[in-house]
């Protein structure tokens, strides 16, 4: 098994509705997780980070993380044409003190007009 | 504030070349990584450096890689005798310590040809 596993998609989700995108991890991986958005051509961006059970909002995101199924996941809301990206989830994996980060292949999120 | 910069945005070399990646990062930031981006996949862990040091280098793929962090901010990527294999893009990025999130730079994409 993957450290970190993502349906590469693509997703495609109409404009105004709400985004789900899922990602699941192995035991190997620390419980620090973090979503990335990548435009095509340019380098990942983060826009949250989780550490505990259960949920966290910022703005139209919501991150979600379910240490007992071993997932995590970025809801949208209200989605925009412009949140057409893909998205890497990362799990920390702690090498000597210090967090590397493992990234998922990536979903790449479509939001029809 | 400034964020994390790459030097440069492309080189394209001859196979056999030897090239070199530069990062700066952001002001303060203690920790650096490297990471290696292929198309259609997320980002894997080259090398880690806390301060000048490299902590972790378990992600360089073999010895024609090497980077050096002299001065604990500028850090340098070289590659020695590059094959096409090597052609992704070489993303840096950067955390106040080991263990918070982590912001990229750019990318450098390098071409073999």
């Known amino acids: 098994q993957k450290e970190v596993e993502q349906n590469s998609g693509p997703l495609s989700v109409p404009e105004g509705a709400i985004a789900s995108l899922n990602c699941t991890y192995s035991d190997r991986v620390s419980q620090s997780f973090f979503w990335y958005r990548q435009y095509s051509g340019k380098s990942p961006e983060l826009i949250m980070s989780i550490y505990s059970n259960g949920d966290k909002e910022d703005g139209r995101f919501t991150a979600q993380l379910n240490k007992a199924s071993q997932y995590v996941s970025l809801l949208i809301r209200d989605s925009q044409p412009s949140d057409s990206a893909t998205y890497l989830c990362?799990?920390?994996?702690?090498?000597?003190?210090?967090?590397?980060?493992?990234f998922g292949q990536g979903t790449r999120l479509t939001i029809n007009p | 504030g400034a964020g994390v910069s790459q030097t440069p945005s492309n080189k394209v070399t001859e196979k056999g070349k030897y090239v070199e990646l530069r990062c700066d990062p952001i002001?303060?930031?203690?920790?650096l990584y490297w990471y290696r981006q292929s198309l259609g996949q997320g980002p894997e862990f080259l090398i880690y450096?806390?301060?000048?040091?490299?902590?972790?280098d378990s992600g360089l793929p073999n010895d024609r890689f090497f980077a050096v962090r002299p001065e604990g901010s500028v850090s340098t990527l070289k590659i020695q005798r590059t094959e096409r294999g090597d052609s992704a893009v070489y993303l840096c990025?950067?955390?106040?310590?080991?263990?918070?999130?982590?912001?990229f730079g750019p990318g450098t994409r390098l071409t073999v040809l």
């Open positions: 450096f806390q301060g000048t040091g490299a902590a972790d």
């Open positions: 990362a799990a920390a994996l702690i090498i000597q003190g210090a967090q590397k980060l493992v």
């Open positions: 002001s303060g930031h203690t920790a």
């Open positions: 990025a950067s955390s106040l310590s080991g263990h918070n999130e982590q912001f």
